[in-house]
């Protein structure tokens, strides 16, 4: 007994060792006010700290082997790769104040400028003349510098307080760059520290992944005539700010997943060289604001103003499921366009039907083949045997993903599904001839066969069709709020086109497949809050170029208040993740981002970093969470408040309440700036929110000059109902003569959500 003690304490003993001896990358943020004057610079101070700790076989002969990055911009600190009893000698050494083991995140167009309203005749597009200037970063997988998205053609030189340059590596030198595309780096060294024995394939920044190139067109890219992907959405490509300059940061590769040491120094980099606008199409959860690097960079970046925008992540329709809702940045979530992509299915009789299809193949002189119902198509040896047939199939049981699973795995030469559901975004783009039928045509089909004694049938592919209705909705997977990082501020903020988005691709890389041959096309449809938030990014460029002296928290004020939540049917905005019912705030923010309108708001919610930080106080963070993400320790909290001055209302209405008080009083104040010229008066409109009374004192405000400031009060009290019973409404501030409305969601909500 003894003896197996001794041998179970030995192996613990060597598992101890061997967990405090192992090396892992950590960030490391450092009080800048605590270096002592004896060093030149942050980073020999930094290099000073890790040649100090008692490990030093980490370190090598000059001292710099565990060292990653060195941070100036996103955050004072620097990126190390060390055991755990060296991070705890650096957590004693002075000047420390926290640290994050590096992790990886989520990486979460022809048509969409014209269904957003942008147009050369008037609006956001003539008056901010493109973006013109702009300077628009994003970080991302790379960018592909040949596609025709960044001809340069009609570009402005490049701004003279650009500071970035092209960096040369494989496949890629700075002559790639031109005046569209002005800056192009790429980060791995926390990857590599991750995985020292990986191989980076392409060590540029280069885009051999598709992402960075389809958000960075999407946001800024050149117009091109004549785009389309396979003969769908044909017209001409361009993105949102398409006079904007573009700059791509390279931190997320093929080899291994992001890593956030990577991305915070293409932060810190971008900072640095001097970008207006920041699109960041990825997101982690579950991390409190202090201890999460890209809330802590942004906050950097706001403070420099530069605007950021972000996607809210794909993990919906589930609640609390956004990432990315930090109080700082635009939080994007993804919506659909009224543009539809067709396959026909024609019958024997000469009827044919429509269904929704993405089959990148060409059968349009294709002989007619003999069509079959299967009713689910589920039985393998039912598909056998119709083999090189058309099989129609009844999805009675939303069974869609088993149907389309088993007939792409079979020989049958097509199919046509009969369906209900109206979440079929990823089952169009198929290696199989297959389109997608409602029920009502789908009976004229049924009605065939059943009549016919031998059935024929044709399908045919890469139609088009615009002004579909209703649109937009929701995207189902579309991440829903409210945010677990900061629960008091109503995220996400509004909703962009993200379903189905055609933008620009790498020539040499493929999009799909038929009958296992490669598919490529110098442009892919895709969908995501990846797609939405560069949508996004872009009408801030626009902004941006129109009022170059707007702080960031005003163009997304400017954005939200002016968001559309009636579709093109004049009906509320529907989610598809919620049975195509109403969309609610937490799932589309404010509503649909409409950019000219966003270009004369009439009122702004505006915010310096003194609120946020009074909101980081409000929130019980330490003075040393504080520092870690103010970077400063020059900050007052004498007056913690969760108010800030947003352009949204959420309210919580189960904590600190007893039986005997049943209801409760919630308050919030906020302070508008008139954008407006002369006198205007501004007359406050509630929308009903049920057993919840809504007040707003004053219910007038006027305005006898531009940029003067009115502050009000807005009241909601309520019931402690059952959890998470949710009641929304809005409060528009409406100008007398009709021009302008100032629109803000509100949200009462007794969902339990403790910050983390």
Not at 343 to 361: A, D, M, W
Not at 547 to 556: D, V
């Amino acid at each position: 007994m003894a003896n197996c003690i001794a041998l179970c304490f030995c192996f613990l003993s060597i598992l101890f060792s061997f967990t405090m001896s192992k090396t892992e990358t950590y960030i490391i943020h450092m009080d800048l006010s605590a270096m002592p004057k004896v060093f030149s610079s942050h980073h020999s101070w930094y290099l000073t700290t890790l040649a100090s700790i008692s490990d030093s076989s980490n370190l090598g002969s000059d001292n710099k082997k565990s060292h990653v990055y060195t941070y100036t911009n996103a955050i004072h600190g620097f990126s190390a790769s060390l055991s755990l009893s060296e991070l705890e000698v650096i957590k004693n050494s002075p000047g420390y104040l926290s640290s994050t083991k590096d992790m990886t995140v989520k990486i979460d167009t022809t048509h969409t400028s014209q269904f957003l309203g942008l147009n050369s005749n008037s609006g956001a597009w003539p008056k901010s003349d493109y973006g013109k200037g702009v300077i628009v970063g994003l970080v991302d997988t790379g960018i592909w510098p040949e596609s025709k998205s960044y001809n340069d053609n009609g570009m402005t030189d490049v701004p003279s307080r650009w500071k970035g340059e092209c960096e040369s590596g494989t496949q890629f030198n700075s002559s790639l760059c031109n005046k569209k595309l002005i800056g192009a780096r790429y980060f791995n060294k926390g990857l590599i520290a991750s995985n020292p024995n990986i191989t980076i394939g392409m060590n540029s920044a280069r885009d051999t992944e598709g992402h960075g190139t389809h958000t960075s067109s999407t946001a800024a890219g050149s117009r091109v005539e004549s785009a389309s992907y396979f003969g769908y959405a044909p017209g001409a490509a361009t993105g949102m700010a398409p006079k904007a300059h573009v700059a791509m940061y390279k931190a997320l590769f093929d080899e291994g997943p992001p890593m956030l040491s990577d991305i915070l120094a293409a932060i810190d980099q971008a900072i640095e060289d001097g970008v207006d606008v920041l699109s960041m199409s990825f997101g982690m959860d579950g991390r409190p604001l202090y201890d999460d690097p890209v809330a802590v960079a942004s906050f950097a970046a706001m403070e420099k103003g530069i605007f950021v925008s972000t996607s809210a992540g794909n993990e919906g329709p589930d609640d609390e499921s956004v990432h990315n809702g930090t109080p700082w940045v635009l939080t994007v979530a993804a919506g659909t366009v009224d543009r539809e992509f067709i396959g026909t299915l024609t019958l024997g009789n000469g009827v044919s039907v429509t269904g929704l299809s993405l089959y990148p193949g060409n059968l349009s002189s294709s002989s007619e083949s003999s069509i079959v119902f299967l009713n689910s198509c589920l039985e393998e040896k039912e598909l056998e045997k119709n083999a090189y047939k058309i099989v129609v199939c009844y999805d009675a049981n939303g069974s869609i993903s088993d149907q389309v699973y088993r007939v792409r795995n079979s020989n049958v030469s097509g199919s046509a599904f009969i369906t209900n559901t109206t979440d079929l975004e990823f089952y169009l783009q198929n290696e199989f001839p297959a389109t997608f039928l409602n029920f009502q045509d789908g009976d004229k089909v049924l009605e065939y066969i059943k009549n016919s004694p031998s059935p024929k049938g044709k399908l045919e592919f890469q139609v088009t069709h615009l002004g579909a209705k209703p649109a937009p909705k929701v995207a189902s997977y579309s991440s829903r709020g409210p945010s677990q990082s900061c629960p008091f501020i109503l995220k996400p903020d509004l909703m962009a086109p993200g379903a189905l988005i055609l933008a620009s691709w790498p020539e040499k890389l493929s999009v799909g497949e038929i009958k296992t041959r490669e598919l490529f096309s110098n442009y892919n449809i895709l969908s995501g809050t990846s797609m939405s938030c560069p949508h996004a990014a872009g009408v801030a460029a626009l902004l941006k170029g129109a009022h170059p002296k707007w702080s960031p928290a005003a163009i997304r004020s400017a954005m939200m208040t002016t968001t559309d939540a009636l579709d093109n049917t004049g009906e509320p905005i529907r989610d598809i993740g919620n049975n195509n019912n109403a969309a609610n705030p937490l799932a589309m923010g404010a509503g649909h981002i409409n950019p000219n309108k966003a270009l004369d708001p009439g009122l702004i919610y505006d915010i310096i970093p003194q609120d946020y930080i009074n909101l980081l106080c409000g929130l019980d963070f330490t003075s040393q969470q504080i520092k870690t993400i103010t970077r400063s320790s020059s900050y007052s909290c004498s007056n913690p408040s969760l108010d800030l001055n947003y352009p949204s209302f959420i309210g919580y209405f189960n904590w600190n309440s007893s039986k005997s008080d049943p209801k409760r009083i919630q308050e919030f104040k906020r302070t508008v700036t008139n954008l407006g010229d002369g006198m205007l008066t501004y007359t406050a409109k509630l929308t009903s929110m049920g057993e919840y009374k809504v007040s707003v004192e004053p219910d007038k405000l006027v305005f006898k000059e531009k940029y003067e400031k009115q502050s009000y009060k807005l009241r909601i009290e309520g019931p402690l109902l059952v959890d998470n019973f949710l009641a929304y409404g809005s409060l528009c501030w409406v100008e007398s003569s009709g021009k302008y409305v100032v629109k803000s969601p509100i949200v009462a909500t007794t969902i339990r959500m403790d910050p983390l």
